[in-house]
């Protein structure tokens, strides 16, 4: 299809709050002087809880991730505007939009997160106070934690990529102090019907599913307190409750009030204005809230500026005055030079061209028949994998949990590139979108990383089992296994958007062609108009640390299992543990070195059509062996193959 994404718009303007030259230095004062006491209470509040270990509670341990979330939400957009106001230039870079609107998503989805874990905390303590903490362990803090930022992180991704399918006019005036998603869509040149429905469907998931987890959680507390005897306990009960629901109050009272408001008002200005409630306030007043009602914390902020007091700095009066900044007679570019940056982004590109294989028509019946029987094959092997570890209870196990996420992840990695392929040489047209190629090159990070990932994971837990055969089942529990595998999502959704976000400053020619049958990352820079240096640059250092670190892990598990199985008296023993690591062996074998084949390939031979060919042995040909590797390598897995076709065929085999 064509894309939608033809901006051409170097700059945004943001009118902010008011025109009025006269109330800009109220509205910088105003607004600095917020923005100091936010950072300054919410950081109180940090150090209060690091450094008092009474404080080292799942409770503090929350309100801690919550104020450094209020710290990154205020510092996303008030300092832009305080830019603009001190330099009269109320300009941003198309970029620096995209960007400010995916990090104040990100950052308000966690919020959103935050208050309903902190909630479900406030739940455990009172009505279930003997098994408090054997629920709320550490490790199971952390993964509340992680998964929230992972459900922030896919709710802005979203939303982002919404935004690049979107066209702009010339000049774009947001009536507003930031970039915010609706006024943005409300300037676009093109249909954005699709967009206010999404917006409404994710608002609806994102922000009423927490609620709805906050007001359920706080039913069950009322209920528990109204039952307590003593009105000491009651009264208790209430206390450690009433800062959070002041903060959750504050915090859904003033985004209904900015809803309302938009609804209401006919002025966008107005709408502007009532959004300080939602961007600014809460922030703020977050510290005072559990500081003032808190007597463990106001105890600890007490012992942390008592402690400080030792550590003033004595400084002699001229000194002093020689050492003073004068924020007045700064220059411009100070605060503006970030924000004010010229654009790279000024992709007229409408799309790409896949060249694929070949160009020849001959071989095309050839490659399609190829292409779509390897891909059958990789589909069908793999959820055969899932649902027999699915089926088959004796295969709920950490190694064949992580050995289903294998799978699904081999599945996903052939459906970004192959169906492209196989549609570009069915329909004659090679032509993919640009806001299609980022996607994919975004989707081939996310789960080439995750296998990446899930592969050094795997090496640690069979290290585990065989180093540590006793201790496997307490170390390797479902939470901390969900928990692994949440953090190599974090990372490979991390690794992608970093890649994609720097392929976004790029700008490209008219009818760009690329030598491969998928968008990849280093075809797409070599035919970009801009410099790439610095594209290459991070290739190189996150590859090595990406793909080194996990590589450096495998080697160091198998090492330590090597050791072990020396030691070993018996054979059949040796020859059991090797049997356990064999498969897994054979995986990152077919994984490491055709990603170093095509590296090597790339480096040395200067035909496109050569690394294309390569790249097919890392991309298209482990996801298809995996299966074959773990089904003929295994006997368990043969067995529950073969138990999950046989009770299929009896399923189907009845009488008419």
């Known amino acids: 299809m064509k894309a939608r994404n033809q901006t051409e718009v170097s700059d ?41 270990p009474h404080l080292h509670t799942p409770m503090y341990f929350f309100l801690s991730s919550l104020s450094f979330n209020d710290i990154c939400l205020s510092s996303t957009t008030v300092p832009k505007m305080l830019s603009n106001i001190h330099t009269q230039d109320h300009s941003i870079t198309y970029t620096g939009c995209l960007a400010q609107i995916y990090f104040v998503i990100v950052f308000a989805c966690l919020e959103h997160s935050l208050l309903a874990v902190m909630a479900y905390d406030r739940y455990v303590a009172i009505c279930h106070p003997l098994r408090y903490t054997a629920i709320m362990h550490p490790s199971f803090c952390v993964l509340l934690l992680l998964l929230s930022l992972l459900v922030s992180i896919m709710d802005a991704l979203l939303n982002g990529l919404m935004m690049l399918r979107l066209s702009f006019c010339a000049k774009l005036e947001v009536p507003h102090f930031f970039c915010e998603l609706i006024q943005i869509i409300k300037l676009s040149c093109s249909d954005t019907f699709a967009h206010n429905i999404l917006i409404y469907v994710v608002a609806c998931v994102f922000g009423g599913v927490p609620l709805s987890g906050i007001i359920s959680s706080y039913s069950c507390i009322l209920s528990s307190i109204l039952h307590m005897p003593s009105p000491g306990g009651k009264h208790k009960a209430f206390s450690t409750c009433g800062s959070h629901l002041c903060v959750v109050v504050l915090f859904y009272g003033t985004c209904v009030s900015v809803y309302i408001g938009s609804t209401a008002a006919d002025s966008p200005r107005k709408i502007a204005v009532a959004s300080v409630m939602y961007a600014v306030v809460p922030q703020m007043l977050n510290p005072f809230i559990y500081s003032l009602r808190n007597r463990d914390m106001k105890g600890a902020l007490r012992r942390v500026i008592n402690n400080k007091q030792c550590w003033k700095i004595q400084m002699d009066p001229l000194d002093s005055q020689e050492g003073q900044i004068h924020l007045a007679s700064m220059h411009p570019l100070t605060f503006g030079a970030f924000f004010s940056m010229e654009p790279t982004n000024e992709t007229t590109a409408i799309e790409f061209l896949l060249l694929g294989l070949t160009d020849n028509p001959e071989l095309q019946a050839l ?8 891909y059958l094959i990789t589909v069908l092997g793999n959820l055969l994998i899932i649902l027999a570890v699915s089926a088959d209870p004796h295969l709920h196990t950490p190694m064949y949990f992580f050995l289903s996420i294998l799978s699904f992840t081999d599945v996903c990695i052939s459906t970004t590139t192959v169906p492209q392929g196989l549609l570009n040489i069915q329909a004659r047209d090679h032509s993919i979108t640009y806001a299609g190629c980022l996607a994919q090159i975004s989707s081939v990070l996310t789960f080439g990383g995750l ?33 692994l595998l949440l953090c190599s ?25 690329i030598p491969h049958f998928f968008c990849e990352l280093s075809q797409v820079l070599k035919t970009a108009c801009s410099d790439t240096l610095i594209n290459n640059l991070l290739i190189h250092l996150v590859s090595s640390l990406f793909f080194g670190m996990p590589l450096v892990g495998i080697i160091f598990s198998y090492a330590q299992i090597l050791s072990s199985i020396l030691r070993l008296p018996s054979a059949g023993g040796k020859s059991k543990a090797f049997s356990t690591c064999g498969s897994h062996l054979c ?44 089904s003929l390598r295994n006997k368990e897995m043969k067995g529950a193959l073969r138990h999950l076709i046989c009770s299929t065929f009896s399923f189907l085999d009845f009488d008419p």
């Open 12 to 52: 945004v303007f943001l009118l902010g709050l008011t025109d009025d030259p006269r109330l800009q230095p109220l509205l910088f004062d105003l607004f600095l002087s917020m923005y100091l006491i936010t950072m300054l209470g919410n950081l109180l509040i940090i150090l209060a809880v690091t450094s008092d």
């Open 367 to 374: 490659i399609f028949s190829l292409f779509l029987s390897i």
């Open 451 to 483: 296998e990446n990932c899930l592969l050094v994971v795997m090496a640690y837990d069979r290290y585990v089992a065989i180093c540590h055969p006793l201790r496997y089942t307490v170390i390797m529990h479902p939470g901390f296994c969900v928990l």
């Open 489 to 513: 999502l974090f990372l490979s959704a991390v690794h992608a958007l970093l890649h994609s976000l720097m392929v976004l400053r790029l700008s490209f020619c008219q009818d760009v062609e």
């Open 587 to 630: 995986v990152v074998s077919l994984f490491y070195g055709t990603g170093f084949s095509v590296y090597m390939s790339s480096a040395v031979t200067g035909s496109s059509f050569k690394n294309v060919v390569a790249s097919m042995m890392y991309i298209v040909i482990p996801q298809m062996l995996n299966p074959f590797i773990y």
